[in-house]
């Protein structure tokens, strides 16, 4: 079992920077690839950024490459999610996520824990 509590959400200008968190407990944090996805008012879940269990392999949607960059540090059990040049788009509830898959997947169907998500809102 493996607990993820996301952080840092909160209400920014169109523009702005935001840096999310998701620390994670339990069992051992590195053995898993860690994902981000997010979810808008009336939209399904979708996937945002993974990165493998080193670290060293990432993957993005299409929709925030360039602005979005995935990072992990795993002495402190922490992914993270640097948001860059907010739009209001970008407004969702941002999960993370931890999957048993070597590769940084963006199947939402191949994570099994997830966390209760932090709120992004962008303001034009």
């Known amino acids: 079992q493996v607990l993820l509590v996301e952080s840092g959400g909160g209400l920014v200008q169109a523009g702005d920077s935001l840096r999310l968190s998701c620390a994670a407990s339990?069992?051992?944090?590195?053995?898993?690839?860690m994902g981000w996805f997010r979810q808008a008012p009336g939209k399904e879940r979708e996937f945002v950024a993974a990165?493998?269990?080193?670290?060293?392999?990432?993957s993005y949607a299409a929709s925030v490459k360039g602005r979005f960059t995935i990072a992990r540090d795993n002495a402190k059990d922490t992914v993270y999610l640097q948001i860059n040049s907010l739009k209001p788009e970008d407004t969702a509830v941002y999960y993370c996520?931890?999957?048993?898959?070597?590769?940084?997947?963006?199947?939402?169907?191949?994570?099994?824990?997830w966390g209760q998500g932090t709120q992004v809102t962008v303001s034009s």
């Open positions: 339990g069992r051992t944090f590195r053995v898993y690839t």
């Open positions: 996520a931890a999957s048993s898959i070597s590769r940084a997947s963006s199947i939402r169907n191949e994570y099994e824990y």
């Open positions: 990165v493998t269990r080193s670290g060293t392999m990432t």
